[in-house]
């Protein structure tokens, strides 16, 4: 992940670094699956008007799990 930044940033000036804990991000999860649509009918089911998406989690939960 780390070289994946530095390539995003693309500037020799800047420093970039690990500083404390460090964990991989999870892989992507595919809104096209079919435990995703699930979870989609059901809330679509139970709230009128609303979007379904997916978010980031950027604390430090069990997510990472």
């Given at each position: ?45 139970s709230f009128e008007n609303v979007v379904v998406a997916p978010y ?10």
């Open positions: 992940m780390l070289n994946r930044i530095k390539k995003i940033v693309d500037d020799p000036e800047i420093e970039i670094k690990k500083v404390g804990t460090y964990w991989e991000p999870s892989a992507l999860s595919d809104t096209d699956s079919e435990k995703y649509k699930l979870l989609q009918g059901i809330i679509d089911s980031l989690v950027v604390g430090s939960t069990d997510s990472r799990y």
